[in-house]
T-cell receptor, first 115, second 118 residues
Framework: NAGVMQNPRHLVRRRGQEARLRCSPM?????VYWYRQLPEEGLKFMVY????????ESGMPKERFSAEFPKEGPSILRIQQVVRGDSAAYFC?????????????FGQGTRLTVV | AQKITQTQPGMFVQEKEAVTLDCTYD???????LFWYKQPSSGEMIFLIY??????QNATEGRYSLNFQKARKSANLVISASQLGDSAMYFC???????????????FGTGTLLAVQP
């Protein structure tokens, strides 16, 4: 049973380019959370999605950031016109349902570097 | 508002000794869950241990145990018989409660960097 898969593991973008981060949840999981970890900090919640729905985007910056979780395929976190401050590690976690779980299964993260 | 506080930016421990990593939390909700994660230099987040607020006993997982003191709102991680491979960043986290009830959204502390010395 494969775990949460994120790709790419490392992504380098020039300022102004677009970054696309992908997350394939564990098999049978239909709930995905995205977190951002700035250097020297803990993870901070960004967005919670179920298949084809954004449930909670209270942690997402209002501009340039968007997320989707289509019926087929991985969840995508998209950052348009990246700036140096977007450099961070982006993690996703998946859950089977909305009920409380005792463990959040995290992917290995995507490390975005904006140059 | 819910909050997690880790007051130790860094800790040293001698190999084979035990170490306690501190975590305090703040919540007004009677039902909550507390987690510890390990983040080695490779960057992935590794789940270590979970404690539910209504669990009668402190959680244990191998060499990891959680010293849960509800009245003090603390959930310290104890690692027994430290190994060199335990050197990593350790994060305490709490499940956030939303308006619709419990969610799986986690609030993280700022982490403690543990260095195990031979």
């Amino acid at each position: 049973n494969a775990g949460v898969m994120q790709n790419p593991r490392h992504l380098v973008r020039r300022r102004g380019q677009e970054a696309r981060l992908r997350c394939s949840p564990m098999k049978g999981h239909s709930h995905v959370y995205w977190y951002r970890q700035l250097p020297e900090e803990g993870l901070k919640f960004m967005v919670y999605l179920q298949k084809e729905n954004i449930i909670d985007e209270s942690g997402m910056p209002k501009e340039r950031f968007s997320a989707e979780f289509p019926k087929e395929g991985p969840s995508i976190l998209r950052i348009q016109q990246v700036v140096r401050g977007d450099s961070a590690a982006y993690f996703c976690a998946s859950h089977k349902g909305s009920a409380e779980n005792t463990e959040a299964f995290f992917g290995q993260g995507t490390r975005l570097t904006v140059v | 508002a819910q909050k997690i506080t880790q007051t130790q930016p860094g800790m040293f421990v001698q190999e084979k000794e035990a170490v306690t990593l501190d975590c305090t939390y703040d919540t007004s909700d009677p039902s909550y869950g507390l987690f510890w994660y390990k983040q080695p230099s490779s960057g992935e987040m590794i789940f270590l241990i979970y404690q539910g607020s209504y669990d009668q006993q402190n959680a244990t997982e191998g060499r990891y145990s959680l010293n849960f003191q509800k009245a003090r709102k603390s959930a310290n991680l104890v690692i027994s018989a430290s190994q060199l491979g335990d050197s990593a960043m350790y994060f305490c986290a709490m499940r956030e409660t939303g308006y619709g009830g419990a969610t799986n959204k986690l609030i993280f502390g700022t982490g403690t960097l543990l260095a195990v010395q031979p």
